[in-house]
């Protein structure tokens, strides 16, 4: 496999093929690079994450908050105790 980024200077593309792919059947595509905003480091992405914690909690319902906590056992035992 041959990949290769060139910016053509006009709208004529010289291609040097190895010698094994003379005679063989190839497929070439070309398409643009789009530019991307930088990518966010690692530190700033977890941030960002954690930055959505608590943003849930006008929807908790406190009378509920106690099965959460043993949600993964009662479904457990609800679905195999049959």
Known sequence: MIREIVRPKDNKLTINLPQEYVGEEIEYIIFP????????DVKEKNMDIGSLGGSLKQYANAQK??????????????KYSK
Do not use: F, G, Q, R
């Open 33 to 40: 690079i789009k530019k991307h905003k930088p990518e966010k």
């Open 65 to 78: 908050a106690e099965l959460e906590n043993k949600a993964w056992e009662l479904h457990v035992m609800d």
